[in-house]
């Protein structure tokens, strides 16, 4: 995490010996999809069918540099990014099944790092991001035995395409990430995975400065 950080910091710091330096601020609103299985898990006195139900929209904002290096352009981004999820949750106790929908409410840093060229009035891009775990709130702790373990950082890899309009940049970005959804999970000591992996599209509006 902390090697991470410090390469887009540096980049930040060198990019002002190249020509054509861009920094600017970014706002922009994302769509995660996921694989969405049923895991049933046993704890000590009842047996929890936990399914993903959905991932609401998402809202990301930060700061970027853009600039030229052997006739490529390297953009470094640091975005801060809202995630929530919801999940609905059968408890199963004898003859008695208590349906209910849980959430989850992330906060993350996002670093990605792109590498692109202009092709006429368009801008194509593509490169590896970072993510790594700010705080976390979820109502999956009313579950019994549950519990999280987050890895310090998780990767995935992006490809954009962008266009600028005057100071104004907008991009499109498609997101895939290396590591499965909710890999966080733990109920009763065991870790659950769901089967899929996420992918996310991200709408940004920037402005140079």
């Not at 540096?10 to 190249?18: G, H, N």
């Not at 601020?25 to 000590?44: A, D, F, K, M, W």
């Not at 950082?153 to 498609?174: C, E, M």
Request: proline share 2%; glycine share 8%.
């Amino acid at each position: 995490m902390n090697k991470t950080i410090s390469l887009i910091l540096l980049l930040f710091l060198c990019s002002s010996a190249f020509s054509q330096i861009e920094f600017g601020i970014s706002l922009g609103t994302n769509s995660t999809n996921v694989e969405s299985p049923t895991i049933s898990q046993h704890s000590s006195d009842e047996i929890i069918n936990l399914n993903f139900k959905d991932i609401e929209y998402g809202y990301h904002a930060g700061l970027y540099t853009r600039f030229k290096l052997f006739g490529v352009y390297v953009k470094p981004s640091f975005l801060l990014n809202s995630t929530k999820v919801n999940y609905s949750v059968n408890k199963i106790e004898g003859d008695k099944i208590i349906s209910s929908i849980k959430s989850e409410s992330f906060k993350k840093l996002d670093i990605p790092i792109e590498l692109g060229f202009k092709l006429a009035f368009l801008r194509i891009s593509a490169g590896p991001v970072a993510h790594i775990m700010l705080d976390s709130t979820s109502e999956l702790f009313e579950i019994k035995e549950y519990s999280q373990k987050f890895k310090d950082a998780t990767y995935g890899y992006w490809l954009g395409a962008g266009i600028d309009l005057w100071k104004l940049r907008l991009d499109f970005n498609y997101e895939g990430n290396l590591s499965r959804f909710a890999d966080h999970l733990t109920i009763n000591g065991q870790e659950l995975e769901f089967s899929g992996k996420a992918n996310r599209f991200l709408l940004t509006l920037g402005y140079a400065f």
